[in-house]
């Protein structure tokens, strides 16, 4: 499996994949209305490929408010169906956490039960756009203490 930087001609098979894992509409999630219009942060946006070169994962982040405080937003992340349950998720995941120099929290909507193994825990009184199952607006800190204190509502990324 090669790891590397998404770049802009690979955009569309990382859409691709999104598809394929994704149920159809995703792009109706409340989550996309915080990307709409807004780059992604490029460092963290890898593509996993195979030995034949074929996208088996992919995962992006953008930047979020949350209240006036800045948080990254993990997602979408997906794994191919054949290579899901190899680890490469959990790859994706942790290799960019390591790489988030200079954010201090990151949120995503998603599966707890997914997610806790990375130190996400529910996030209280952080409200991501409706319809969202407030169960499943999960954040980890990247330095200490950086969700304390942080709540309000996610909105789009703004300097
Ligand atoms: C979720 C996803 C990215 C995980 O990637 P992966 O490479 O298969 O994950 P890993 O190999 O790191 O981990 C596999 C483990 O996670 C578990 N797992 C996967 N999805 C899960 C979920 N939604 N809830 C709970 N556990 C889950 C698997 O059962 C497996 O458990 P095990 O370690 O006990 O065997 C991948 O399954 C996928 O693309 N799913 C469809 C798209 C999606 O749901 N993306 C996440 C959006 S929130």
Not at 92 to 108: F, K, N, P, Q, Y
Not at 125 to 136: A, K
């Amino acid at each position: 499996m090669e790891l590397s930087r998404e770049r802009t001609e690979d955009w569309w098979e990382v859409e691709a994949l999104y598809d394929l894992c994704f149920a159809p509409g995703r792009e109706a999630l409340s989550s996309y209305r915080l990307r709409d219009g807004i780059p992604p942060v490029a460092e963290l946006c890898l593509v996993a490929r195979d030995e034949a070169g074929i996208v088996a994962g992919a995962i992006r982040y953008w930047p979020v408010r949350v209240g006036h405080w800045p948080a990254l937003l993990l997602g979408p992340v997906a794994v191919h169906p054949t290579h899901q349950g190899e680890g490469l998720g959990a790859f994706l995941i942790e290799s960019t956490l390591d790489r988030a120099h200079g954010w201090d929290r990151v949120m995503l909507v998603g599966d707890a039960p997914y997610y806790s193994r990375f130190g996400f825990e529910k996030l209280e009184g952080v409200v991501m756009p409706p319809p969202t199952n407030p169960d499943r607006v999960l954040g980890r800190e990247l330095t200490e203490g950086a969700w304390e204190g942080v709540a309000g509502d996610v909105t789009q990324w703004s300097d």
